[in-house]
């Protein structure tokens, strides 16, 4: 089945399993398709299993790379890569949406988040290129050992086939076009070979990415270190997702939303198939990537990520699917934990 999804500067055609919208479509964007910028050693990859011996897909890795990637973000292609609309609001909630946050029920509506916490700082927008289009995803920084390890969507970071993003970066707290923590640029992707040889297909229970990350550069003359990612969020690796209330952050992108600032739903989670769940969720694309919360703490804004968004149904919107954190994804978070290349 090929699904056309359109937004105001690209259209897109994806071979998609029946009636879903998969890879690209969640991490729909759209910048200038020609010229999209330089290419860094991730754009292009080798195809299916890693290469032997070494452990992730390379990404920015000198400080030439760094720079040209950090360089690439300007604001004005910050605000090309969404379909930004100024005037365009979340839709209110009406009656209780005062209290949603604290009673872990949206009613399906997704609302900005206004009430701070560790989560609008972990939670990030996410910055790429592929196929010279230059694309926006939502992602998380995740508690790691070495404090550098970002989760997200594999679509936001592969279209498969050995095809990887380049000029990738993730932006935590984004918020307007700020960057109140710095941006990180990749050195190094962790996915699945079932995702890479097989993106596009009904595979989303691979469709997870772990990405290590390059602390900015220190502000020109100073002998300061860069800024650090702000403290990841726990993760726990499950078969399937507990029946509950799950709380899911992103930045969506099209209308009504903007892109511009974090936003969220509340509500009951259940099953949706072999390691996927789902949630009512009215949020846009540009949300692929964001983490789903179990056991969170609204005034804390802290929990547990057991899932990320990966796709909708094309004839639900309203119905948001993620792909659990499962044994496959385990393994591609140790491998980033541990990884040597720092």
């Known amino acids: 089945m090929v699904v056309t999804i359109s937004n105001r500067s690209v259209t897109r055609a994806l071979v998609a399993a029946p009636a879903v919208v998969l890879a690209a479509a969640l991490a729909i964007a759209a910048g200038a398709a020609a010229g999209a910028g330089p290419r860094g050693p991730a754009a292009a990859g080798p195809a299916g299993s890693l290469p032997a011996g070494q452990a992730g897909q390379p990404a920015a890795v000198t400080v030439g790379e760094k720079v040209a990637v950090a360089r690439y973000w300007t604001p004005a292609r910050m ?157 726990a690796f499950s078969q399937r997702f507990a029946a509950g209330t799950a709380y899911v952050f992103g930045y969506p992108a099209e209308p009504p939303y903007s892109g511009l600032y974090l936003n969220y739903c509340a509500g009951p989670a259940q099953p949706g198939g072999l390691g996927v769940t789902r949630t009512r969720c009215a949020m846009t694309a540009g949300d692929s990537g964001e983490p789903w919360f179990a056991g969170f703490s609204p005034r804390t804004g802290t929990g547990t990520i057991v899932a990320i968004t990966t796709y909708k149904i094309s004839d639900n919107r309203r119905v948001l699917y993620a792909t659990v954190l499962g044994p496959a994804a385990r393994v591609l978070y140790q491998e980033a934990d541990v990884s040597p290349d720092r």
């Not at 040889?197 to 270190?225: C, K, L, M």
């Open 79 to 235: 605000r090309a890569a969404v379909p930004a609309r100024a005037d365009v609001r979340a839709p209110a909630l009406a009656g209780h949406s005062a209290r949603a946050w604290l009673t872990g029920n949206t009613a399906g509506w997704g609302l900005r988040w206004t009430h701070g916490g560790a989560v609008a700082r972990s939670t990030g927008k996410v910055f790429f290129t592929l196929d010279d289009v230059n694309y926006v995803c939502s992602g998380s920084a995740v508690a790691s050992a070495h404090g550098d390890v970002v989760l997200t969507a594999a679509h936001c970071v592969s279209g498969g086939a050995g095809q990887w993003a380049s000029n990738w970066i993730f932006v935590p707290g984004y918020r307007d076009g700020t960057r109140p923590y710095g941006a990180f640029t990749a050195r190094r992707f962790f996915v699945s070979p079932r995702w890479t040889e097989h993106a596009g297909t009904a595979n989303e229970r691979y469709d997870v990415a772990f990405v290590t990350v390059n602390p900015p550069p220190a502000p020109s003359g100073s002998r300061q270190a860069g800024m650090l990612l702000p403290a990841g969020q726990p993760v």
